[in-house]
């Protein structure tokens, strides 16, 4: 089944029995970058012998192979549904990840209140 481009993007009815538990592992694992992510796999990985079907995400058109040896990328419709099932399952483990506030430089601080004052004299 080959999705078009509107229905890669346009978020859909979220509902997580719709995806294997191999499947959410898989997506969680190429969410690397996202600490929520990152905690709830470690918190699947004590609960759970599940393990990651990249393929099954491959035929349901939310990731696509990159060519490289073992490494899939996802479609904007994958990260949509790899955002909620993050969510879910950080809900139902009760995980939280505190995110430090972000910290700003004095440079920045002057540059950002000069864009801020150019943009509003346009």
């Given at each position: 089944m080959r999705l078009t481009i509107t229905e890669e993007i346009e978020p859909i009815p979220f509902d997580i029995t719709a995806y294997t538990?191999?499947?959410q592992m898989a997506m969680l694992t190429m969410r690397f970058n996202d600490p929520l992510?990152?905690?709830?796999?470690?918190?699947?990985?004590?609960?759970?012998?599940?393990?990651?079907?990249?393929?099954?995400?491959?035929?349901?058109?939310?990731a696509v192979w990159n060519g490289?040896?073992?490494l899939h990328d996802f479609t904007p419709r994958g990260r949509w549904v790899s955002q909620k099932v993050t969510e879910h399952l950080a809900?139902?483990?009760?995980v939280v990840v505190v995110r430090p506030p972000r910290l700003w430089s004095e440079s920045e601080k002057r540059r950002y209140a000069i864009s801020k004052y150019n943009w509003a004299n346009r």
């Open positions: 538990h191999e499947q992510a990152k905690a709830v796999l470690m918190r699947l990985h004590s609960s759970t012998v599940a393990g990651k079907d990249f393929a099954g995400l491959k035929q349901l058109g939310l490289a040896r073992q809900k139902t483990f009760e």
